[in-house]
């Protein structure tokens, strides 16, 4: 069964740090682009960030460029997010979603597979 | 950044309505248009992927048309279990974005 499930959420104060987790299994996962998509309580979804299937290539949201870092370890099928420099707009349930689309380089398709969440919120 | 300008942002229709959402993209993005459901608490489902195929295990009430700019998505005959908020979504250019969502109630 193709699975994603997120980890690492939780309370953090602002301008502090968190790294979520990603463990995806039933399929290639080196094969296949990822991002990650986030809600904000009682809000619509925002995508918040991408990273080819070989890693080579990322992308950010201008609201989290330079604060965040996407990254993956393939030999170890997780994908992680890095956030840092947390603000109070940052909070929200953090997804990690799967592309449809085969392509180790390829970014941009729809996002078929999605893990259950995992909420962030950033307060004192 | 394209913008994607979705509506009704609710409705409320009787159980075998026909319902139809629409969705505007602010510049042509050919058929890179995506639509998602959202049931409270889980995460989104994806339905219909470049603009007009439906994802395997979906449904045949589910159905997406259009192209460049303007885009439709129709439930043929509304059922319970398709109370929800559904999004579109382009990904023809980054930064990858979505509708306001259209939250769906029975009468």
């Known amino acids: 069964e193709v699975q994603l499930l997120e980890s690492g959420g939780g309370l953090v104060q602002p301008g502090g740090s968190l790294r979520l987790s990603c463990a995806a299994s039933?399929?290639?996962?080196?094969?296949?682009?990822m991002s990650w998509v986030r809600q904000a309580p009682g809000k619509g979804l925002e995508w918040v960030s991408a990273i080819s299937g070989s890693g080579g290539s990322t992308y950010y949201a201008d609201s989290v460029k330079g604060r965040f870092t996407i990254s993956r370890d393939n030999s170890k099928n997780t994908l992680y997010l890095q956030m840092n420099s947390l603000r109070a707009e940052d909070t929200a349930v953090y997804y990690c979603?799967?592309?449809?689309?085969?392509?180790?380089?390829?970014?941009?398709?729809?996002?078929?597979?999605w893990g259950q969440g995992t909420m962030v919120t950033v307060s004192s | 950044d394209i913008q994607m300008t979705q509506s009704p942002s609710s409705l409320s229709a009787s159980v075998g309505d026909r319902v139809t959402i629409t969705c505007q993209a602010s510049q042509d993005i050919s058929n890179y248009l995506n639509w998602y459901q959202q049931k409270p608490g889980k995460a989104p489902k994806l339905l219909i992927y470049?603009?007009?195929n439906l994802e395997t295990g979906v449904p045949s009430r589910f159905s997406g048309s259009g192209s460049g700019t303007d885009f439709t998505f129709t439930i043929s005959s509304l059922q319970p279990e398709d109370i929800a908020t559904y999004y579109c979504?382009?990904?023809?250019?980054?930064?990858?974005?979505f509708g306001g969502g259209t939250k769906v109630e029975i009468k």
């Open positions: 470049d603009a007009s």
């Open positions: 979603a799967k592309e449809k689309l085969v392509g180790a380089t390829l970014v941009g398709s729809a996002f078929d597979i």
């Open positions: 039933g399929f290639t996962f080196s094969s296949y682009a």
């Open positions: 979504q382009q990904y023809d250019n980054l930064p990858f974005t």
